[in-house]
């Protein structure tokens, strides 16, 4: 059987994947679905660094071929910042989206417009007892100082693609899953996974 392990605690990105995935013939499991709780520390100094080692984590917990991501926000005003670091870019304790924005913004205040800015994705795909596989995607837009949407997570909101004049937030999710960050690493995955599973389907 085909199973792949979508190695995230994030319901947001487990959606998203789901749906990018789907129609592949691959049978997608949570961390939830196998009742496997683990907390990976993304203490990398690259994405690639943090989205290896969470699949590989999860690789060798499950027993299952894994996969992970780690993505970020870089915003050229803020020299690339808060890339690696978007989940946790805020000074207050308990952070949530909403606070990342509203620092984001606060930050970007004196900065001149547009806020040229891309969301980048690292995909990991993990498998036990063997190696990682590294796929890369990008989306170019630029950060705008009002909030747009009610789709998406993080800093969607926010993000403008100016050929749609649309944020992330107000995309459908077959825009989105054509055009996101993620959308274009999964994409790269796939060919990958395919094989994987044809090489281990002994």
Known sequence: MKKLLIATNNK???????????????????????????????????????????????????????????????????????????????????????DRRAYMLENLRDKPQPWAAHFHATLAIAIPDQGVHILEGNCYGEVIPEERGTGGFGYDCIFLLPALNKTTAELSMDEKNRLSHRAKAVMNAIPVLQKIFEQNAD
């Open 12 to 98: 947001g990105k487990v959606i998203e994947l789901q749906d990018l995935l789907k129609g592949t013939g691959i049978e997608l499991v949570t961390p939830a679905d196998i009742n496997l709780t683990l907390e990976v520390e993304e203490d990398g100094t690259t994405y690639a660094e943090n989205a290896a080692k969470k699949a590989m984590a999860f690789a060798k917990a499950s027993g299952l071929v894994s996969l992970a991501d780690d993505s970020g926000l870089e915003v050229d005003a803020l020299g690339g910042a808060p890339g690696l670091y978007s989940a946790r870019y805020s000074p207050k304790p308990g952070a949530d989206d909403a």
